[in-house]
Each structure stands twice: as C-alpha cells, then as structure tokens.
C-alpha cells in the first residue's frame, strides 16, 4: 500500500489504514515531539493527539505538497500548543546568555552526538527558535508570527542557541572537513 | 552565516532525519480507542441529525398553525362586531335603493314648489 492509498484508507475511516499510517509516521513524529518538549512521555502524547487530528482531519490536505510536511506542521503545532500551555514557551526578550551549571567534560563533548540531550540543554527560547528555523526550515518571519517575538529577537536567539551548541560539542563532530 | 554554522545546522539536519523513536506498544489501542469514539459519535450525528431537523420542522409548523388558527380575527378586536354586519344584505340594499328613488322624486316634485 503506498502513501496515496494509505491517506484513502485513512479518508474512508478505514481502521487498517489508519494503523499502518501510524506505524510507518509515529516514530519520526515522536523524535520531532521529542526534539521540542524534551521527555518521552509528552512526545508520544502529543504524537498521539497529532495523529488524532490528522486522521480526524485528513481531508482538509488538499494533495499539494508532501502529506508527511502537513503532518509535521501539525505535529510542531501540538508541540507550541503544549509548551504555551505549560509557559515554558515563553521567550524572554531579553537575550541573556544562560550558563550552564557544569561545562561537559572533553568525553561528554564527544559522546554528545544525541542531539536530543543537546537541544534539551539548551533554554526553550533557544531550542525553539534553532528547532523552527534550522530543522523544521521556517522562516524569521513566521517564527516571529508563531511564537508572538519581533523577527530580530528570533535571529538573536537563534544566533545565541548556536553559539550555545558549538560550545557543547566538539567541532569534529559536525565539521565535515575535519 | 559562516561555514562552521552550516556545518552545525547540517549535522542537525541529518541527525533530526534520523530521529526515529519508536511508540510504546500502548500508543496504537490509545489512538483507536479515540478514533473508535469519534466514529460512533459521527455515526450517531448522522442518524440523528435528520431526525432533529425533521422533528424542529414539525414543530415549526405546529406552532404556525396553531398561531394562525388561534390568533383573534380583525372583527374581534373592534369589540365584537362581525366583519360579515357591514355587509350589506341584497334585500335591504333594494329597499335602500327604492328609497333613495322615492326621495329624489319627491326632490324633483317638491322643487318647483319651493321656487315659487
């Protein structure tokens, strides 16, 4: 069964679709869930309740552009929802540069590969704006536009969370030249 | 943006490509549970809803019937007088008529006396 028959099947209500929909997408959107709130429990339920609505809500795709980015724009949507919800979303408009409380050791550097203990490191301002604009590919503008924060306010933090994590790795682990 | 952020940004890229986690055995009979529940509640809605609309339109024309029958007529509200007492009835309007004849005659006649 391919994609376009799965979102079919998903249209007519049909039970099996819909669960092979949610084996081939749930562990992806888990690991985005997981890369904005942090901790496992959350990401699978807010995966769950994104799947929700996207099987609820499966004929408003209207079959333009990819069917796993509509998705992922319900899924990070979720995501904000939830982080408004627990105001942890809250971006100070102050960017002030947060010290971390014990500077990883030359083996943590190394073994911090995980990007998801690194983002979790990083203040939540920081680690929505870099996941909105350097993962999810958002712009300035809209990331001003959905977290309520001026566009330069999103540039300064997105500078700010990158500096953070340069400082958390060592430069071999991504430097593609090294 | 210099390089050692493109480099940053592209190792994240790949590493969030990469991301998969996979759901607890729970997260699929959570899922249906809620898909279950909201089938039937759909299902329900579309026997029901016909069924609401037919009955709220029964009982619109209930109450318009019912408004029109029990309203009071015009000649009710002037106090009890029927529409049908204006009507003038065929006989009388004969007698009316003979009436107003004689009377003119008697107009006519009468005229020349009171000339004089």
């Known amino acids: 069964m391919n994609e376009n028959e799965l979102i079919e099947g998903c249209r007519r209500q049909n039970r099996k679709a819909q669960q092979k929909l949610f084996d081939h997408f749930a562990p992806k959107m888990i690991g985005l869930c997981m890369r904005y709130v942090g901790n496992r429990r959350d990401a699978e339920e807010l995966m769950i309740e994104g799947m929700f609505k996207v099987m609820t809500k499966i004929d408003q795709y209207s079959g333009n552009g990819s069917f796993e980015g509509w998705m992922r724009r319900i899924m990070v949507n979720e995501c904000l929802m939830f982080l408004r919800k627990q105001k942890e979303g809250q971006i100070s408009l102050e960017d002030t540069y947060y010290e971390p409380s014990k500077a990883p050791s030359a083996e943590e550097r190394l073994m911090e590969a995980d990007i998801l203990a690194l983002l979790d490191r990083l203040p939540t301002g920081y680690r929505l704006v870099f996941n909105l604009y350097v993962i999810e590919g958002y712009k300035h503008r809209e990331i001003a536009d959905i977290l309520g924060i001026s566009i330069n306010t999103s540039k300064s933090q997105l500078i700010l969370a990158r500096k953070r994590l340069r400082a958390m790795i060592a430069p071999s682990t991504y430097n593609t030249d090294s | ?116």
Do not use: C
């Not at chain 2, 016909?50 to 019937?65: D, G, K």
């Not at chain 2, 029958?69 to 003038?88: D, H, M, N, Y």
């Open chain 2, 1 to 116: 943006m210099n390089s050692e952020d493109k480099d940053l940004d592209r190792h994240f890229q790949q590493e969030a490509e990469q991301l998969d986690i996979p759901p607890s055995p729970a997260a699929w009979p959570k899922l249906e549970r809620r898909l279950q529940r909201r089938s039937s509640r759909d299902s329900r809605r579309t026997v029901f809803r016909p069924l609401t609309w037919a009955a709220a339109a029964v009982a619109l024309l209930v109450i318009a019937v019912s408004v029109f029958t029990l309203l009071p007529r015009p000649a009710s509200i002037l106090g009890g007088q029927s529409i049908e007492l204006e009507f003038v009835h065929p006989e009388r309007s004969l007698v009316m008529e003979k009436r107003l004849a004689e009377a003119y005659s008697w107009y006519q006649i009468s005229e020349p006396d009171r000339k004089r």
